[in-house]
């Protein structure tokens, strides 16, 4: 947490932020999203030195540019950590971006992440897509992951540079989105690196930002209109705070001079002057304040009457029957020098110079063929849909088609002969079997019925089938081979299914084996499937298609925090359309559509979760733990609600588990010094947690002990107006927001109420949320308003400073294990009232935490009644603690029970009730002095005084002989942190101990001997 600021300070904040954000208001940002891992997210560096923070810098304020790194992130999503599984990227997706950045990969390169790189195309397609198709329609770069110069964290320099760069190239062009180099201006740099070799440091990441402002600075959507002979326009989008632009122009696009320089916030120039018939290219670069960015995209224009680029004048449709002569041409106005088309059916070609295509389709089926006609001016398109017919010689064998899911015989090919239901390489059946008048070679199987033998490359037969469901399939190919080497594939309407089936070496043509392989996913319906020989010298007994259930790919263990949000996607092979769980922890559920499982748990353990996913086919299953971190109560215990919750008294845990703080320390020092929250004296006794940022959160884990409805009182302070925060229970809010009054002071408390909807008895998980910086906390009280009278709960631990009312005594910091006050200053007929609720009428034992220096009595009162003396020994100090117990019968219900003080001198910390001793949770002891080798206060006479202390302190023992100047070693008895403290003459300087409960020990008789103070 930060610490507060004083007003002077926060003032000259707020004028400052107000001056800075009124200009922000006169024009429309550009918002730049930055997605990337840990270079991204300033892994090793300061925020301000990440190279999103520097790049809008560098941009200015025409940009609004956001940081959504997430370190350790990867762009595969069955890596370790997809970033599209990350906090991060549902944030990115609702910042409506004008342009997006994407630098990942590096951490796709770890050699556990780079097996799955088949899907690295994909999954990077898919992440350009999901932006692309945002309402902010934004402009997409992806970036060139930066050089790794060591192998830590797994990263391989080598897989970016010769596997995963090529790709990303790739991806480039087929998305047609723009690439920026991150990793030539790095290389040969490991001085921009930290030490790591992986992350570079502020100068390497101010060399990114510079680059890629570079690349978003350059002018868009530039484009030249031709106005007369001698004249062309130019306009383009200004995206940055430049200088000026500068406009290049060209005659071959590949020698360029400087046009023209015209000032900052020009968007158009016309150029003049120019020949007639003549083609011009042109670009512009912004100059900003490190150089020139980028150039836009290049334009040409040409000063005659317009640009003439071919337009397709032939149909758009065609029709032919598969192994018959085809023939189309391609018509175009305008000169074409060149032809193309993309797209065609194997057996059909094009050629480039004339734009005729023609051959003989092998396939059947419908086809979108791409078309296009080319000259000097430019390139036309135009989609061609081309209708293949099945021949009508070629029918299925059995006159019906084939069924998938299920088994083909390859001796079943379709009816049609050669070129129309196969190709085979002689007009000969070489088995001379079953068909004995065709081509295809077909013999006795040792399996049973036929085989196809005598296979060489290019032979080819087809069947008609028909798909019954949808889905992914394992092909099983039965084949057989004396050797190693053949290969085939299979093909449904044209487009290959299969792969390369690999044919193993069976040892010989009829002792058979069995190659799988998975399909994608195949549709309903009709189709032609094809069995292509790519090398031969094997035999094939018959292809068998099963649908594949659904396999989950899920880590074995999932882990959560107790309250806080969690999400997880059930990932699966082979399409699921449908997804369960079972076993689920309370406050975690499954969309059944997305496999999405959501929500805030709000049990603590591990638990066995069965995860389910449908298709067509079948379920496939997976049992899963999910292992949700608890925290544990501070004192041992729940606390009771309705009661007093003290914000110090926070459940352990640590970090994101019992708490979330900004920073690692406790800025005051205070009670828990070793953690994050700023715990701090209080003003009205014991502590407080301030130095509060917005954001932050403390869990406590409480029992409810009524259900119904509560007035929730909290206790707080501020200098400061309009600040506020809000109370949940097992992740639901329960207050809504409370607003903090401006009290005007740090310490200066006032109570704020609100009420809370119905709630349910029972262990459960409260969580104090800071909505907002800039006040203070003492404790939260909750009121049953159903049972306005009810106490605190019997059994259970009541803290002695917690009464409703009291005569004569006063509260002091204690030196007792995990305690803030106790009450102190205790004189005979002094006394405190407690309201107490006792769920159970019967007996109890009740166990008082007193310390005396000289003994005294208390007793346990209930109206006029007396239910138990308990005579209080000198326990060796006021600060030295004992538990004494007394036996008491109770009823049930509420009541008020009173502490007299029958005799004075002494000190109470707590007070508890139980029923079953052996239940009680064990007493946290505190490691005293005697652990050191001190003997108990009780052993030797000794007095310090003034105590409680201010400024000095005086040991009186006339044993010490000690005179003149000397130090005495002091430890404080919260926190265990020791101080060596000047002395002269015996009396101590102790004014500037921070307050406390302090241990002085010393040497008398050969015994070292503690004696107990307060410093105030």
């Not at 898919?126 to 945002?134: A, C, E, N």
């Not at 570079?214 to 200004?238: M, R």
């Not at 079972?582 to 805030?600: D, E, F, R, Y």
Request: charged content about 15%; some cysteine.
């Amino acid at each position: 947490m930060l610490r507060h600021l004083n007003q002077r300070r926060l003032g000259v904040i707020l004028i400052t932020a107000i001056i800075f954000l009124l200009p922000a208001a006169s024009f429309a940002q550009t918002r730049v999203s930055c997605l990337g891992a840990s270079v991204a997210a300033g892994y090793g560096v300061a925020p301000s030195e990440a190279y999103p923070s520097q790049l809008g810098l560098i941009l200015g304020s025409g940009f609004n540019v956001s940081n959504f790194g997430e370190s350790g992130s990867t762009l595969i999503e069955r890596a370790d950590f997809p970033y599209v599984e990350r906090p991060n990227y549902p944030r990115a997706l609702a910042s409506s971006p004008n342009i997006v950045t994407i630098e990942l990969g590096s951490n796709d390169s770890k050699p556990y992440n780079w097996a799955f790189k088949a899907d690295f195309i994909a999954d990077y397609s898919k992440l350009i897509d999901t932006f692309r198709s945002l309402p902010s329609h934004p402009v997409i770069y992806i970036c060139l992951p930066v050089p790794a110069y060591s192998s830590n964290f797994d990263l391989s320099n080598e897989i970016i540079s010769n596997e995963m760069i090529p790709l990303i190239r790739i991806i480039a062009a087929q998305k047609n989105v723009r690439l920026i180099d991150l990793n030539t201006p790095l290389q040969n740099h490991p001085d921009w690196y930290q030490s790591d070799g992986i992350h570079p440091n502020a100068t390497g990441a101010r060399r990114i930002a510079e680059v890629i402002a570079t690349e978003l600075a350059a002018p868009a959507n530039l484009t030249a209109a031709v106005i007369s002979k001698n004249q062309i326009n130019l306009n383009w989008t200004d995206r940055t705070n430049e200088t000026n632009f500068k406009i290049q122009r060209s005659t071959d696009s590949l020698t360029w001079t400087d046009l023209a320089t015209v000032p900052a916030n020009t968007t158009s120039y016309q150029n003049t002057g120019l020949t007639a018939t003549t083609r011009y290219y042109y670009r512009v670069s912004a100059t900003i304040s490190i150089g020139s960015s980028s150039f836009s995209n290049v334009v040409s224009a040409s000063t005659a009457a317009g640009a003439q680029i071919p337009v397709i004048t032939s149909g758009t449709t065609a029709t032919t029957t598969a192994g018959a002569s085809f023939q189309y041409s391609i018509t175009a106005t305008n000169s074409p020098q060149s032809y193309n088309a993309t797209g065609l059916p194997e057996g059909l070609n094009i050629n480039s110079q004339t734009g005729v295509i023609s051959g003989r389709s092998l396939s059947s089926g419908l086809f979108n063929v791409v078309i296009s006609a080319s000259n000097a001016d430019g390139t036309a398109f135009k989609n061609l849909q081309l209708t293949i017919n099945i021949p009508a010689a070629q029918l299925p064998f059995n006159g019906t088609p084939l069924i998938i899911p299920g088994k083909i015989e390859t001796e079943e090919y379709d009816k049609g002969g050669q070129g129309v239901a196969y190709s085979d390489a002689d007009s000969t059946n070489n088995g001379g079997l079953f068909r004995p008048s065709e081509g295809v070679d077909l013999e006795a199987c040792s399996e049973g019925s036929y085989d196809q033998g005598y296979t060489l490359a290019g032979e080819w037969a087809k069947y008609t089938v028909n798909v019954t469901a949808a889905g992914s399939y394992t092909l099983q190919a039965r084949v057989a081979a004396p050797g190693v080497g053949g290969l085939f594939h299979v093909e449904l309407d044209g487009v290959n299914i299969s792969g390369a089936f690999v044919v193993p070496n069976t040892t010989g043509y009829q002792t058979w084996g069995t190659a799988t392989v998975v399909t994608p996913v195949l549709s309903t319906g009709k189709h032609v499937l094809r069995v292509i020989i790519d090398a031969g010298g094997f035999n094939i007994n018959y292809l068998n298609f099963t649908v594949n259930n659904p396999v989950i790919q899920h880590p074995d263990t999932l882990r959560g925090v107790i309250v806080t949000p969690l999400t997880d996607t059930v990932r699966a092979l082979f399409n699921p359309t449908s997804f369960a769980a079972t076993g689920l922890p309370a406050g975690l559920s499954i969309n059944t559509s997305t496999g999405v499982i959501s929500g805030i748990p709000t049990q603590a353990g591990n638990f066995s979760v069965n995860l389910s996913a449908t298709n067509i086919s079948g379920t496939g299953s997976k049992t899963v733990i999910f292992a949700i971190q608890g925290t544990t109560p501070f004192k041992g215990s729940p606390i009771n609600l309705p009661g007093k919750v003290e914000v110090e008294d926070y459940d352990l845990g640590g970090q994101n588990i019992a708490y979330n703080d900004f920073d690692a320390n406790n800025h005051s020092g205070q009670y828990r010094p070793t953690e994050g929250v700023d715990v701090e004296g209080c003003g009205e006794g014991g502590y407080d947690i301030g130095g509060i940022s917005a954001g932050e959160w403390e869990n406590y884990t409480v029992n409810v002990t009524q259900s119904g409805t509560y007035t929730l009182q909290a206790r707080v302070a501020s200098p400061n107006s309009q600040k506020s925060f809000h109370v949940e229970l097992n992740g639901k809010n329960i207050s809504g927001p409370i607003s903090v009054p401006n009290t005007g002071n740090w310490q200066i408390y006032q109570t704020v109420a609100v009420m809370t909807p119905a709630l349910t008895t029972g262990k459960q998980t409260l969580r104090i949320v800071m909505d907002s910086d800039g006040f203070n906390m003492n404790y939260l009280t909750f009121v049953s308003n159903d049972n306005p009278q009810a106490g605190f709960a019997l059994p259970g631990r009541v803290e002695a400073e917690d009464y409703s009312s009291m005569f004569g005594i006063q509260l002091e910091g204690t030196g007792d294990i995990n305690g803030s006050q106790n009450v102190g200053f205790i004189d005979a007929n002094d006394w405190m009232d407690y309201k107490v609720t006792v769920q159970t009428a019967g007996a109890y034992k009740f166990n008082f935490r007193v310390a005396s220096p000289g003994g005294g009595q208390l007793q346990l009162r209930t109206g006029s009644a007396t239910l138990a003396t308990v005579n209080i020994p000198s326990t060796g100090g006021w600060q030295t603690w004992q538990t004494l117990s007394a036996n008491v019968n109770l009823p049930a219900g509420n009541q008020t029970l009173r502490i007299f003080a029958s005799a004075g001198g002494w000190n109470i910390n707590w007070f508890e009730a139980t029923q079953d001793s052996s239940s009680r949770p064990a007493a946290l002891a505190f490691t005293s002095l005697d652990n050191m080798g001190f003997d108990k206060e009780s052993d030797v006479a000794v007095n310090v005084y003034p105590n409680p202390t201010e400024g000095v302190l005086t040991v009186d023992l006339p044993e010490l002989k000690t005179k003149g100047k000397g130090t005495y070693i002091v430890y404080n008895k919260v926190t265990g942190l020791q101080f060596t403290v000047p002395s002269y003459n015996n009396v101590l300087d102790v004014s500037r101990l921070p307050s406390g409960v302090y241990v002085v020990g010393f040497n008398v008789h050969q015994k070292r001997v503690q004696k107990t103070f307060v410093k105030l």
